[in-house]
């Protein structure tokens, strides 16, 4: 019996993401690819493969425990896997590491936003954008918290925001299409 296309995969993709992920000295350089890597899955389903990939970067050699862009990474990547209460641990043990980490504040809102406590959403995207108003993020910062204000049902409020998103994610675009 043959291996379903499917699960050949991702298996293929496990595979190429441990190596790619090994492959790579610096903890942060690993994670952040693991981050963009998670952001890519995060219309499909494929729970298993983000779960997978994430799994990767926490066996690494160096130990993540107490590294903040590790917890940050892995509970976003848990989040984007619909792991609701364990991506709210790792988010928040982030915090606890590095309070006045902006892009974990942020990533701590959409964990937040995603298990639907929208209020909680809110006050840490508001604290993300007091932190950070000038970041390079911006396009995440602003589309996180618009998406919280709709899901908290204010939505006159969220429209700004996501505009201001629409807008930064268009000049990063410019950036990529010459």
């Keep these: 019996m ?5 699960r050949q995969s991702l298996d293929l993709a496990h595979a190429s993401s441990a190596a790619a992920l090994g492959g790579v000295g610096d903890l942060r350089v690993r994670l952040s690819l693991l981050g963009g890597f998670s952001v890519s899955l995060s219309g ?9 990939a994430a799994s990767t ?14 917890r940050m ?3 976003f990547s848990l989040s984007t896997a619909s792991q609701h209460e364990r991506a709210l641990a ?8 590095n309070p006045s980490f902006a892009l974990a504040r942020m990533i701590h809102g959409w964990v937040l936003l995603r298990a639907g406590r929208f209020d909680e959403a809110l006050s840490e995207t508001s604290t993300a954008l007091r932190m950070s108003p000038t970041d390079s993020f911006a396009g995440l910062y602003t589309a996180t918290h618009g998406l919280a204000l709709l899901g908290a049902r204010r939505f006159a409020e969220a429209l700004p925001f996501l505009r201001a998103s629409v807008a930064a994610f268009a000049e990063y675009s410019r950036h990529y299409t010459r």
């Design 2 to 6: 043959t291996e379903h296309p499917a």
């Design 90 to 97: 790792e988010s928040q043990a982030c915090l606890m590491l």
């Design 73 to 75: 990474t892995f509970g």
């Design 44 to 52: 499909d389903k494929s729970t298993e493969l983000v779960m997978s």
């Design 57 to 70: 970067a926490r066996c690494s050699p160096i130990s993540p425990c107490n590294e903040p862009w590790a």
